[in-house]
């Protein structure tokens, strides 16, 4: 057995048992024990920042982590954007990356870097492999990393010859550390915050989002009468019908420090102190009030919804039933509006449906809109880096098993960034309908040109205009084997939608807005 085949056997022995690739001349023994090894599902992406999208988005919704397979150095820079966002997400994923033969790299050939380099910005755990007879042992530790709470990147360097040399031993699965327990001090004192003081914001994040968190933070919020928001950029909200009518902390400055000027104290569970996207002249960095007092129930890595059964004990507080938020939505009429979009979405929705949100400036008020619809699951960029809509919708829906409905609001300038995952739907058969908000402008940019107080002319709005010539989603789609049509009109919208939802496969809709 060579190394390569006892990474294979030790990530399914690890259950990791999904490889997201875009393979390379050093990764070729690698790709032969794919081959020969059977039980791993090797998913094909066109561009490394496909790939490592995929897996964040397959993290997110099958809650443990795939494998990725990139090309040496390079390869792993081209995946970085969106393993920052996976990093943001903290989703866990086994980065394998191919390397020169160990003997081979002191004659600095073309593809030689420097990749534990640029690994580490994006990974909490990494490693360069150095004997075939330990690269099993190394992926088990990998794959610990990688389930260690709430996940985190872990990336194995595999140099050729390490792969392609006998002596490799399987290894098997390592222990994986649960949830840190909540503490309970933070939680007395919580308690005690939210009984004694006013204003206080219960800030949620991470697993503090699921449904059954929602459950406990509605509890205690009630039994105190305060109130409870999620953060900016979360990587999986359960919203609809039976889960709270949550609002997110708003991305616009001005809005987000009026939306939290009232708040004395701020809880936090699984979540940090809202703060600026980015900085902007005369405008604070933090959104709250630099009065409030800031207390931590519980951390990333502690067990949020843990944490909220011991506060929801501590108080005593007795169960509530979250509020029904109305009759379902009707599809709206008329020309695309981002109220009308949502309303639509909300109505035809398939029960389970996960939205896949890169919509950028036309999305941020979608929320409200779609309380009433059925239960769903909401995924959301969260490191800033754009691109990650169509890759995180592909990896959600194969994390799904295949088996829901995914709805990619997808805005069309960070659309263009990986549309090569479109291929991937095709070839994996997969039920994704992306919907591309065809405004052909950078949208949000016009916005922050006025937010850091530039003064924009000819050549710079040239940079933001996306018209000459005008993308054809259409065409672009059909070319990567995926049906779809244009929409002008919220009716056109909502009957392409209802019959994407009807079918196992890809489709695109361009909504001109």
Known sequence: MNGAESLVHT?????????FANPGTSEMHFVAA????????????????????????????????????????????????????????????VNVVGDQATYHRPFDAQLTADTEGWARPVSGWTRTAVDSKQVGADAAVAVQAARSAPGQIATLILPADTAWNEGGQPAEALPVPPATAPDPHAVRNAARILRE???????????????????????????????????????????????????RV??????????????????LVNAKAPVGFFAYPGKPSRHYPETAEVHVLSRYEEDGIAALQAL????????????????????????????GLARTIAALMPEGTIIADESVSFGRGFYKETHAAPPHDWLSITGGAIGCGM??????????????????????GSGMYTLQALWTQSREKLPVTTIILANRKYQILLGEYQNVGANPGPTAMGMLDLSNPTLDWVKLANGMGVEAAQATSLEQMADLLAQSCAQNAPFLIELVI
């Open 250 to 267: 708003p991305y616009p400055v001005d809005m987000a420090i009026d939306a939290l000027k009232w708040v004395e104290h701020l809880i």
């Open 34 to 93: 794919l081959d020969r090894i059977p039980g791993m599902r090797c998913v094909l992406g066109l561009q490394e920042n496909i790939v490592t999208g995929m897996a964040d988005g397959y993290f997110r919704m099958a809650e443990k982590p795939a494998a990725t397979l990139l090309h040496c150095g390079p390869g792993l820079a081209n995946g970085l954007a969106n393993l920052h966002n996976a990093r943001r997400a903290r989703s866990g994923i």
């Open 312 to 339: 929801v004990d501590e108080l005593g507080a007795a169960p509530a039933e979250i509020p029904d938020p109305g009759p379902r939505p009707e599809a709206a009429k008329g020309a695309p509006t981002p109220e």
């Open 391 to 412: 890759p995180l919708a592909t990896g959600a829906a194969i994390g799904a098993g295949g088996q829901r409905r995914v709805i990619n609001l997808q805005a069309d």
């Open 197 to 247: 003081k006013k204003n206080v914001l219960i800030l949620l994040g991470g697993i503090g989002l699921r449904a059954e968190a929602q459950a406990l933070a509605y509890r205690a919020a009630t039994a105190t009468n305060q109130r409870v928001l999620a953060e900016m950029s979360n990587a999986r909200v359960q919203r609809g019908r039976g889960r709270m009518q949550l609002e």
């Open 11 to 19: 990530l399914l022995k690890s259950g990791v048992d999904v490889c």
